[in-house]
């Protein structure tokens, strides 16, 4: 599971091979997670969701910074230990967790033996993140929208990956979609406040 080996795509590594890969699965979804997910290769999808949780961690303690764990020290170092708490440990626990939910709803969608393997669903939820690194900001629209656009993602994610239809993957990307999105990046609560703003509103 944790084995690293070069993907059959010829995946660029470093920020350059991250920064590609941001907008390359925001952009061509499909053709990005045929191309880019390889069994056994997940450590750069791990690395990129600990940088869009970074991201999101540091955006958010900018904004607030009393939201730092109350570790003994100063301030700052307060905040630097809980982003490197999140991204470090946090992160890769939840991908992992999140992934073996996924692997399950798989079982309970499809018997198809073609299915992706662990590894594999590890790297999509992690690609399909990236409309979440806007959350940190705090506008509760913006955040909404990024959840429901990672969501699209996983779901378009898991029909190619796992070679399903788009049905089936809807079925299987239900569950952890709602825990990392919805309730991990906060969609959910800002969906809450967009419709009571917009209850106001009218």
Aim: charged share 10%; net charge negative; proline share 6%.
């Amino acid at each position: 599971m944790t084995t690293w080996v070069e993907p059959e795509g010829g995946r660029e590594r470093g920020p350059l091979g991250l920064a590609k890969s941001f907008t390359q699965v925001l952009l061509n979804p499909v053709s990005f997670f045929d191309e880019a997910v390889s069994p056994g290769d997940q450590a750069p999808g791990l690395v990129f969701a600990m940088v869009v949780v970074g991201v999101v961690a540091v955006t958010e303690l900018a904004a607030t910074p009393s939201d730092a764990l109350a570790f003994p020290t100063a301030d700052w170092l307060a905040a630097v230990l809980t982003v490197a708490l999140v991204v470090l440990l946090v992160t890769p626990a939840a991908v992992h967790a999140l992934s073996a939910i996924q692997t399950l709803c798989l079982v309970i969608a499809t018997i198809s033996e073609s299915r992706g393997g662990v590894s594999e669903t590890v790297q999509l939820i992690a690609y399909a993140a990236a409309p979440c690194v806007v959350t940190g900001l705090g506008v509760p629209v913006l955040t909404l929208l990024a959840g429901v656009w990672a969501w699209c993602l996983l779901v378009v994610g898991t029909s190619v990956v796992h070679e399903i239809s788009l049905p089936r993957a809807v079925i299987a990307a239900a569950v952890p979609g709602v825990l990392a999105f919805g309730a991990g990046f906060g969609a959910i609560p800002a969906g809450e406040q967009v419709i009571h703003a917009a209850g106001l509103a009218f």
